[in-house]
């Protein structure tokens, strides 16, 4: 009879210390212990660098380690399709480049995420400069006087790029398009490599993020030719942009935080929140420009929406560059 009345009670307490589990863990600080932004590009790039300045200010709100960890391939894919299949609990973040995000889906056939259903866009985090640089030795000094020496020899002159279908390529593609010249493309596995060898010599010019040829420019081992976004950069006044001698040219890349597609609403508006601090942080806005960026305040909803409209855009440019790749 005891017993009989007991199984009962058992099975009450067992439920009973289920659902306060369940309340412990949905109650659970976050976050609780190592974090990780996956950036699905090479160690030296902008993307690279913007997510290194973010991840130590969050580890500095958090209390709590958070690592960046480098998974190039494919332009992107394998490390953007590696955090689509992550868990979904915030802890693995992925921070992108816009080529990955919004460009890849047109040009390979197959790049293992979807952009839009794989991942709950966090928060925007910044927007960086893109420049035309050359070697110092290049009779060019802007853009009129490449455009010139370029069609004087049609082909012979080589553009260095971080890889096929990245987005220093399709700039490069864009501007022969926007210019009717024709230059040799040359594809390396790092937009750092095709920097280097372009101060080298080994190849004369290349579209670069200002994070990955800043400090060769400071040096004075390679010019600029032309700012590729929209408007002047705040690191180059003097340096006009392309478009000022093409017009209607112009392009401003940005780099934005996801986490796998069904992360906890209260973890996203946490994380976001947490971005917009750092990016107020007046130490993170300095290193922010010593890498020629600036911060790019937003919400998720923001991001989901620039996500949706570049979509769109890059499917024309693609299209029209007829860049495919495997």
Request: charged letters at 15%.
């Amino acid at each position: 009879m005891q017993n009989k009345l007991l199984t009962p009670l058992k099975s009450t307490l067992m439920a009973l210390a289920i659902c306060l589990t369940g309340i412990s863990h949905a109650d659970e600080k976050f976050p609780s212990r190592q974090v990780t932004l996956v950036v699905p590009q090479a160690a030296g790039g902008a993307n690279d660098a913007i997510a290194r300045v973010v991840a130590q200010k969050l580890s500095e709100q958090w209390g709590q380690s958070v690592i960046v960890e480098n998974r190039p391939g494919a332009g992107g894919n394998v490390g953007t399709a590696y955090t689509a299949k992550a868990k979904n609990d915030g802890y693995t973040l992925l921070v992108n480049a816009d080529s990955a995000q919004v460009i890849n889906p047109f040009l390979y056939a197959k790049t293992g995420f979807d952009s839009v259903k794989d991942f709950d866009p966090v928060a925007p985090l910044a927007k960086a400069g893109y420049v035309l640089v050359a070697n110092p030795a290049l009779p060019a000094n802007n853009v009129a006087e490449l455009i010139a020496l370029a069609k004087s020899k049609p082909g012979t002159l080589s553009i260095a790029s971080a890889g096929n279908g990245t987005l220093n390529h399709l700039i490069g593609e864009m501007l022969q398009k926007a210019t009717d010249i024709q230059l040799l493309h040359i594809p390396y596995k790092a937009a750092a490599a095709a920097a280097t060898d372009v101060v080298g010599g080994q190849v004369p010019l290349s579209v670069q993020s200002m994070p990955s040829s800043i400090a060769f420019i400071r040096a004075g081992k390679l010019k600029v030719l032309g700012v590729v976004n929209e408007k002047r950069l705040a690191a180059l006044p003097d340096s006009p942009t392309i478009g000022e001698t093409v017009p209607g040219f112009g392009a401003t890349p940005w780099y934005g935080m996801f986490a796998p597609a069904g992360t906890p609403k209260n973890i996203l508006l946490q994380i976001q929140n947490d971005v917009a601090k750092a990016l107020d942080a007046k130490d993170v806005q300095d290193r922010l420009a010593t890498l020629g960026c600036e911060p790019f305040k937003g919400t998720g909803d923001q991001l989901a929406q620039i996500v949706k409209s570049d979509l769109l855009r890059w499917a024309k440019i693609v299209k029209d560059s007829g860049a495919k790749l495997d």
